[in-house]
């Protein structure tokens, strides 16, 4: 098992800055990669990023590239977004994601941390 615990979400303004952090504990060796999923009201849940654990390898969904940037301490078990010119539709519950060595699935999932952006 795998634990996950998100921090740092809350309320900035249009055009500002936010990063957001994931603390993993347990069995952190089954992790082969580390995701960002978001949920705005209304809607499905969407991978935005995600980066491999061991080679730090990324990922970026079009609608944040070049505005948010994943980042990973192993040493430190923790992963950050770091989120630039952030704007109103990124308003949307945060969730850190843990994805298995084995079956590759995102089987474990934090309680996800709010982020607000206000026009």
């Known amino acids: 098992q795998v634990q996950l615990v998100e921090s740092g979400g809350g309320l900035v303004q249009a055009g500002g800055s936010l990063r957001i952090s994931c603390a993993a504990s347990?069995?952190?060796?089954?992790?082969?990669?580390m995701g960002w999923f978001r949920q705005a009201p209304g809607k499905g849940r969407d991978l935005i990023t995600s980066?491999?654990?061991?080679?730090?390898?990324?990922y970026y969904q079009n609608s944040v590239k070049g505005r948010f940037t994943i980042s990973r301490d192993n040493a430190k078990n923790m992963v950050y977004l770091q989120m630039n010119s952030l704007k109103p539709e990124d308003t949307a519950v945060y969730y850190c994601?843990?994805?298995?060595?084995?079956?590759?699935?995102?089987?474990?999932w934090g309680q996800g941390t709010q982020v607000t952006v206000s026009s």
């Open positions: 994601a843990a994805q298995r060595r084995i079956g590759r699935d995102y089987a474990y």
């Open positions: 347990g069995r952190t060796s089954e992790i082969y990669a």
């Open positions: 980066i491999n654990w061991s080679a730090g390898s990324t």
